[in-house]
């Protein structure tokens, strides 16, 4: 189904509950090393849409595949080929930041050496060293969100998908984590992210906008933004996003 530059591939991928249609008939592609943000209000479809593309919620009906494994038939093989960070924070805040590492490690089989010398290397790249001993819960939200991150790209998947990854965190911080989402897009990891700040949006390669269950445009931020004619994202949000008719999540 996929073509070897082809990381995930959405053919009217539609999900159900019961009368309800969460998301509705999407198609789309994300190429291999692309950041593709997946933008839409609350009630939008959008995280239904990411948890059957992570395997953990199987469609009603349509086709998908990511990392060329099919979403209804290879969803562990999906599990071990991707990263994940959610908004709510997916590290352990009784465990160290090093018993972190290791854990989240071990569970995608890695060995004690890759282990090690990689948890050096990464506690060096985020200054963290000093650390590395200290239960989670320390530290400030801002190094925990990086620390994520890290963790989350740590088995060295081909897709990470982010959710929200930047809630709360100060502008600061917000621009250097995506500085690090810069870097492992570079290193060849595809980048699949939602968001609320819309100035995110403008940071992706391609943004695609749900809108209840739908996707209702999907382009490079510049080529949406001379579609709506709007001067930001921002803009070319509100008038997509006034259609909607349902909310929450």
């Not at 539609?14 to 309800?20: A, I, L, P, S």
């Not at 890290?150 to 959710?163: G, M, N, Y």
């Not at 992210?193 to 931020?221: F, K, Q, W």
Request: hydrophobic share 40%.
């Amino acid at each position: 189904m996929t073509t070897n530059n082809i990381a995930i591939q959405a053919v009217e991928l539609t999900k159900r509950f019961g009368d309800f249609t969460a998301v509705d008939a999407i198609s789309f592609e994300v190429k291999k090393g692309e950041i593709f943000g997946f933008l839409g209000a609350n009630g939008a479809g959008k995280t239904t849409a990411m948890r059957m593309l992570c395997g953990l919620s199987i469609p009603s009906s349509g086709k998908a595949a990511v990392a060329g494994f099919d979403v209804y038939k290879q969803t562990e093989q999906i599990k071990r080929s991707i990263g994940y960070m959610s908004q709510k924070f997916s590290l352990y805040e009784d465990l160290t930041v090093k018993e972190n590492i290791r854990f989240y490690a071990g569970i995608y089989g890695k060995s004690d050496a890759f282990i090690k010398e990689k948890t050096a290397f990464l506690l060096k790249e985020l200054r963290l060293e000093a650390e590395a001993s200290k239960l989670v819960r320390s530290l400030p939200l801002g190094w925990k969100q990086k620390l994520a991150f890290s963790v989350a790209i740590f088995h060295e998947p081909e897709i990470v998908f982010l959710d929200e990854p930047t809630g709360g965190v100060d502008p600061v911080t917000r621009r250097e984590f995506w500085n690090m989402i810069y870097q492992a897009a570079e290193s060849g990891i595809t980048i699949f992210v939602t968001t609320h700040y819309m100035d995110e949006a403008e940071y992706c390669n391609r943004v695609s906008i749900m809108v209840d269950g739908r996707i209702d445009a999907l382009d490079t931020p510049a080529a949406l933004k001379r579609k709506f004619e709007a001067r930001s994202m921002d803009e070319v949000f509100l008038k997509l996003a006034r259609k909607a008719k349902r909310s929450g999540d």
